[in-house]
């Protein structure tokens, strides 16, 4: 149990760091890393639709950044029961996935008066929890049943 803790940690805290630290300092560069989407769907979407022939790395980029953002929180719906029973509904899980989610956002959004570069973006809050959502289903489809029949036969393998 203590090196779910301890993965659960560190995984949130290499969250932080990737999603907080400025782009300048980690290589990525965001085209429009000046901008606020506070319209559900609307950047995601509009990534999509602008002109590959003008910007010739767009296609790449938004589908790194769609799924970045969905992938990066998986772990986190997955180790979340794991980790403590309170989390074993999905509205918690959910509920823990959108708070962070916003955590993340909520602080970009502060550091930007203060020169970090990021975008602050509500898809990325929808994506991010989708991606919690994802985890947590992949939990009790492939782990959950498998760690209670360990905890019923009194041999928990977690």
């Known amino acids: 149990m203590n090196l779910l803790v301890a993965t659960l940690v560190v ?28 319209i559900p ?29 969905l992938v990066l929180f998986v772990p986190l719906g997955l180790l979340l029961p794991l980790v403590s029973n309170r989390f074993l509904t999905f509205k918690r899980a959910l509920l823990f996935a959108v708070l ?7 602080i970009q959004f502060v550091l930007r008066f203060f020169g970090n570069p990021r975008a602050v973006d509500i898809d990325d809050v929808i994506l991010n929890t989708l991606g919690g959502c994802l985890g947590f289903g992949f939990y009790k489809v492939f782990i959950g049943n498998y760690v209670k029949r360990g905890l019923e036969s009194g041999n928990p393998t977690l």
Request: charged share 10%; net charge positive; hydrophobic share 35%.
């Open 41 to 69: 769907l609307g950047y995601s979407f509009t990534c999509f639709l602008q002109d590959p022939n003008q910007h010739p790395h767009i296609t790449t980029f938004c589908l790194r950044n769609t799924l970045g953002n």
């Open 11 to 38: 995984y949130i805290g290499v969250v932080f760091g990737f999603t907080i630290v400025p782009t300048h300092i980690t290589g990525f560069r965001n085209p429009r890393s000046y901008h606020v989407n506070v």
């Open 100 to 106: 962070m989610s916003l955590s993340v956002e909520s």
